[in-house]
Each structure stands twice: as C-alpha cells, then as structure tokens.
C-alpha cells in the first residue's frame, strides 16, 4: 500500500426491519392450514367412497320383504313374497317366523352363506311341525304356516359368533293347509323275484291321494342315496289326482336291465301339493333271485349244435335229438315238462300231455315249417336230478347245464311238403321266442311214405302221464 493509502471503510450488516417480517410468516401460516384441509378433504372423500363401495361395518344389511301380507293356496294371486338380503362375510342365516304364541317355525335355519346379496321366495311353506289335532298317516316333510299374523326373522351370525338381525311382520290369509297325505299305501307282496318267471315278477304299490297334488314320487331308496323310480299304472283316477292310485315296478328286467341287487329297500312315496308341502311314506321291499334271464343251446367246438339221429324215417319210426343248455345268467331260469327223454306223436302236442303254457317258464321246443302250433313238441330244460326245486317250481340254477333229448313218433306225414324242415329253438312262454335261438340247426326230414296200398297201421299208443308239478 502506497503512502497516503488508508484502508476501506467497515460496513456493518443489513438489519431487515420486524414490520416486513410479519406478512411473510403469516402467508406460510395459511399454506399450513390449507394443507390440512386438503388432508382432511381427501381422507373423508377415500372414507366416503369406501363406505359407498363397500358399506359399513355391519355384518346383515338391507334386509328387504316385498310383501306384508301373502295367500300361499295356488290361486297365482299373493302367494308368495320375496325375502332379500346381504351380508358382508361369511355367516350362518337363519329366517323363521313366530305366531302370536311365541311358536317358531324356520324356513331357513343356519345356513352357511359367504359375502353376498340373496333373495328368496317364500311361499309360506317352513319346516314339519304337527297340531294337536292332526290325523295324518305319513311323514310330513315340509308345511304351510297357518292363518295368522307372524314376525319374520332374517337373523345372521358370523365366524366370531357375532349375531345381527332383522325383523319385521307378515300376514297369512287364506291359506290351503290341507296337507297331501297318503293314505292305506300298501304292497301286494313284500318278497319280489325280478327274473321273468312269472312268479312274483312285479310288484304293485297302492295308496289314497287326499288332495289333487302338483307331484308324486314314488321309488325304490338305493344304499347310494339314488332313487330307482317306480311308474304308475294308470287307471280311471288321473296321475296326480285325488283319488286310489297303483304303481307297477319289475326291476327294469322287461327292458333287459338289470334288476338292483338281492336284499332289503326303502320303498318310499312322497306326494307334494301345489302350494309345496309335502308328506312321505315307507315300507320294506325284498328282492330276492333277481336278475335278466340268460340262457342259451351249447354249440360244440365242432360238429352240429342238435344232433339229429336221422334224417329220413319211415311212417310209424322215430327221430330223435339232443342238445345240451346253459343257464349263462346270475338267476334261476324256471322250466317245466315235459321231461326230457318223452316220446311225442306227431300228432299230439304239449297240451295232449298236460303241460299247458305258463308264463315265464322257460323250454325247449321243436318245430317244423307246416306246424299249427308253435314249436308243438316242446320239453324241460334238464332231467329231475339236473333241475332245484324252490318253493315247488323247478329251475336251471345259474352256472347249470343240461341235456335235453326227445323223440318224435312219425305216425302221419308233415302235411303238404315231404321232405319237412324241422328245428329246434328256446321258448320263454307268455313272454317270447328267444331271438339268438330260434331256429337252432335246421335239418330236412323225410318221412318215407308207401303207396297207399301198403299204408302201415302204427300202433295206439295211450298218452304218458306224468306227476303234478
């Protein structure tokens, strides 16, 4: 620094004076108090469309009845109201209704439900209950409340065993409380065979319908829980109607099926009228030997399946066959005579030697192309000693074989055509010729006829008798 120099001046700091302070801390004050506003704005506006969304906390909401007053009896006018109602988690629900005495009858009782809106109708139809006077043969499943002013209840418990609930009044008036009972439900045997032998192949439920009803069921109860329906046998009372009806059941074995199995079941009605009470009833059905009859003629690994003795004979001689059966099914086939081994005449047939027709008896016949008679010569399927007898019938067990054999006694010739055809083929009588064996090893058989000059004489022979069955 030269002489002279002098060094520059201290300048103090610049003090801003406190009245110009004041505004500034006052502009950051309310920037403050909007920002909380703001907060406060957008906490409500999130809890606001929370609570729309998704409602409040309460576990039953909008509990609804559309009507105060029904007449549950069909007429199509009030019969019914509608119950609505949601709940925001899982909970059981119970809805029923109290009389004036303090009774209550559920139509709904704890039920699981999971978050959600529900509506149901309610046709005034609750849980079974009985009155004192009641004279009522069956079961009642479900019934109309009687007339009368009630107070519903829609009430709902969840997980933590919190209960809400709702209630409200209902008026019931003119309602059709006669219960659908089925009266005098009997069976008109308790042991059914099901195999198509006509004996007790069917099995014939009645009852008494005291009203008109909307349906009727009636079935036979399996182990499984299913039902094997039984239908109706329709007579002069129309389906439904009040009045005597007749069920008829075989098993399904007339379509081929197979029968349910051996043993004891739940045959049950249940009749429900339009207004959706219900009453049931039950007894005991036993199927016994039940099954699809199977039976067939053996062919051999070779040769014929009938072997025929001959096939030429003389007037007066005698052809025979044989052949071997088999009951390939799981139940007995029943067979009747004659036995195998008779001789028949030509001219005679089954009936000139007792053996008439009888449903469900299974045989093996032979036939010809000119008979009068279908398969005229007809015998059992098995000697005495290859045949059981139960309960006086006598059957091919299942698994069994047979020989079966007869002859015939040529005493006139076949009719118009000389040489004649003959077969042999199964016969379920009253029932059908069995399809598969119906013309088993057609043979042409000539009878040898002399001039009319040396026409022999055959010799009377009286008709075989044979013990009763």
């Known amino acids: 620094m030269s002489i002279g120099e002098t060094l520059p001046k201290h300048r103090s700091p610049r003090v801003r004076p406190f009245g110009k302070l004041a505004p500034m801390m006052r502009q950051k004050s309310t920037f403050i108090w909007v920002g909380l506003v703001a907060l406060l704005v957008v906490i409500a506006a999130v809890y606001l469309v929370n609570f729309l969304v998704n409602g409040d906390n309460s576990l039953l909401r909008d509990v609804q009845v559309s009507q105060s007053e029904i007449s549950p009896n069909a007429d199509g006018i009030t019969d019914a109201t509608t119950i609505s109602y949601e709940i925001s988690r899982n909970a059981a629900v119970s809805i029923y209704f109290e009389n004036e005495a303090g009774q209550r009858f559920y139509f709904r009782q704890e039920e699981p439900r999971g978050a959600g ?14 009155l004192p006077d009641d004279q009522i043969q069956g079961e009642i499943l479900s019934r109309l409340l009687q007339d009368g002013r009630y107070t519903w209840t829609v009430s709902a418990t969840d997980e933590d065993n919190e209960t809400e609930m709702a209630q409200g009044e209902l008026l019931i008036a003119d309602a059709d409380t006669v219960l659908p009972d089925i009266r005098d439900f ?8 099901p195999n198509r032998d006509g004996i007790d192949d069917r099995v014939q439920p009645v009852f008494y319908l005291v009203k008109d009803v909307a349906q009727v069921r009636v079935f036979l109860q399996m182990p499984d829980g299913r039902e094997e329906h039984i239908s109706e046998y329709e007579t002069l009372v129309e389906p439904n109607a009040e009045g005597w009806h007749k069920y008829d059941y075989e098993g399904g074995v007339d379509e081929g099926a197979t029968p349910p ?42 040769g014929d399946t009938v072997q025929w003795d001959t096939t030429a004979v003389p007037l007066c001689g005698v052809f025979t066959f044989t052949l071997t059966v088999e009951n390939y099914g799981n139940t007995p086939i029943r067979t009747s005579g004659p036995p195998p081994g008779v001789m028949y005449d030509s001219d005679w047939n089954y009936n000139t030697l007792g053996w008439f027709t009888k449903p469900g008896v299974f045989r093996l016949g032979i036939g010809f192309e000119n008979e009068l008679t279908n398969y005229p010569f007809r015998f059992a399927l098995g000697s005495p000693d290859e045949l059981e007898v139960i309960d006086g019938n006598t059957y091919l067990m299942p698994g069994a074989r047979a020989t079966v054999t007869g002859s015939i006694r040529m005493v006139n010739d076949f009719g118009d055509r000389n040489p004649q055809t003959v077969w042999a083929g199964l016969i379920h009588e009253d029932v059908q010729v069995v399809t598969a064996y119906e013309r088993v090893d057609p043979q042409a058989l000539t009878v040898d006829m002399p001039d009319e000059g040396n026409m022999p004489e055959c010799a009377p022979r009286e008709v075989p008798e044979w013990p009763l069955e």
């Open 117 to 130: 809106e529900y509506r149901v109708t309610f046709s005034g139809v609750v849980d079974p209950y009985t």
């Open 261 to 302: 199995e051996d043993g004891t079941y739940p045959l049950v009605v249940v009749a429900q009228d339009l207004e959706g009470q219900q009453v049931r009833v039950q007894t005991e059905l036993t199927i016994a030997f039940g099954g699809v009859p199977r039976v067939r003629v053996v062919s051999p690994p070779a």
């Open 186 to 193: 009997a069976l008109d045997k308790t042991i059914f065979t």
